[in-house]
Structures are given as C-alpha cells and as structure tokens.
C-alpha cells in the first residue's frame, strides 16, 4: 500500500517532467533546481534542504540529516543523478 498516494503521484510527475525534459548527464544540483521550478509550478508545497535532527535510542545526535527536499510536511523526497541503477 502506498502511503500519501495521491501526493506522491504529484511528485512523481514532477519528477517524471524533469528527467523527460532535462535528460541524463547532469549533476544532482541540477536536477534539484529543476525539481524546485517544477514542484513550484504544480503548487507542490516543499522545503528544500531541510536539516533533521537524527534520534537514536531516544537521544538526539550532533550530526543532522540533510533532506533534498521535504514536501508536504511529511514526504522526504532525495535526488540521485545516476548512470545506471545497480
């Protein structure tokens, strides 16, 4: 079962827009700001590079997590530019 189904077929497509229209070959960081212009246009709510606290055992550690982008409040959404999934 797929959780926030409906918000993630928004995010899908977006991505989906991305990749279809910038193709292969570039940096994350591209596809990033990509990914924010088009999240943008379909009034997508996000945070982008969002800084979380990681817990571990109940206790809060010093190293923080840095997510790509946070939609919805609730959707961590990571970019990864690569040639070929393993």
């Not at 982008?69 to 990571?78: A, P, S, T, W």
């Given at each position: 079962?797929?959780?926030?189904?409906?918000?993630?077929?928004?995010?899908?497509?977006?991505?989906?827009?991305?990749?279809?229209?910038?193709?292969?070959?570039?940096?994350?960081?591209?596809?990033?700001?990509?990914?924010?212009?088009?999240?943008?246009?379909?009034?997508?709510p996000?945070i982008?590079?969002?800084?979380?606290?990681?817990?571990?055992?109940?206790?809060?550690?010093?190293?923080?997590?840095?997510?790509?982008?946070?939609?919805?409040?609730?959707?961590?959404?990571?970019?990864?530019?690569?040639?070929e999934?393993?």
């Open positions: 079962m797929l959780l926030y189904k409906d918000e993630s077929y928004k995010i899908i497509g977006a991505c989906m827009e991305v990749h279809n229209t910038l193709g292969c070959g570039f940096l994350e960081a591209v596809y990033q700001e990509a990914l924010a212009i088009e999240f943008e246009k379909r009034g997508i996000y982008r590079e969002a800084e979380l606290n990681i817990e571990y055992k109940g206790i809060i550690l010093s190293k923080k997590y840095n997510a790509d982008f946070i939609c919805y409040d609730k959707i961590i959404v990571e970019t990864k530019a690569l040639s999934l393993a």
